[in-house]
């Protein structure tokens, strides 16, 4: 069973400090993809790394991905209190079947 | 371009009652899932449709839970009977690609179930 394990799980910082939340697992995955839900939403697509040793950059948000494709990071520069929600890192699976899996989810609080 | 639409968007049962959840995916998108969210973690994959044929639903609780998508378009989710435990948000998604070549999965805002 491929499972995917995110730490830290909860995340209670100030404005204008960095983090990291790391996304790991000991399966690979053909591609992994960071969301992000806000409170009555659902899960909205960030980024999508598919390349072992990628790195994606989204403004303040930097994405990598392992070079095995077993792991894969999100760092945030300078967070701002609109960083604040639930962040989940997903995965599909190497079969054929391509199940779509979630992580525990981090949640994000940015206080002003 | 219409997303994800589930409805209702909140229900509260009884235990031991019935309910179900209707999800009506974006057009011409391949695979649907249906997600159950405890409040705080990370969506747990239920079932995974693939047009109208089933490709995951190994985390179905089948003695209670069912699940079907006719003709590849609606699905519906059924709970019978409800217990205590079932209470959480149910979230509907889908996405354009066939199995692990499947993109963004787009998701609906989910329907909140409180069993009382």
């Known amino acids: 069973t491929q499972l995917l394990e995110q730490s830290p799980q909860f995340l209670s910082i100030q404005e204008g400090e960095n983090l990291t939340v790391y996304c790991n697992s000991s399966s690979v995955f053909s591609s992994l993809q960071w969301y992000r839900q806000e409170p009555g939403e659902g899960p909205v697509l960030l980024v999508t790394?598919?390349?072992?040793?990628e790195v994606k950059k989204l403004k303040r948000l930097t994405f990598q991905f392992g070079d095995a494709r077993k792991d894969s990071s999100l760092h945030i520069t300078a967070a701002q209190p609109g960083d604040t929600g639930l962040y989940l890192c997903?995965?599909?699976?190497?079969?054929?079947?391509?199940?779509?899996?979630f992580g525990q989810g981090t949640t994000l609080q940015v206080k002003p | 371009e219409a997303g994800v639409a589930q409805s209702p968007r909140y229900k509260i049962i009884e235990k031991r009652q019935s309910v179900a959840f209707w999800c009506n995916p974006i057009s011409g998108h391949a695979t649907l899932y249906w997600y159950q969210q405890i409040l705080g973690q990370g969506p747990k994959l239920l079932i995974q449709f693939q047009n109208n044929g089933v490709v995951d639903d190994s985390q179905l609780p089948k003695d209670r839970f069912s699940a079907e998508r006719l003709k590849g378009v609606d699905s519906t989710l059924k709970i019978q009977p409800a217990k205590l435990e079932d209470s959480a948000v149910y979230l509907c998604a889908s996405s354009l690609g066939q199995g692990r070549w499947s993109t963004e999965a787009f998701f609906g805002q989910g329907t909140r179930l409180t069993v009382v």
């Open positions: 997903a995965g599909h699976g190497s079969s054929n079947t391509g199940k779509l899996i």
């Open positions: 790394v598919v390349t072992g040793g």
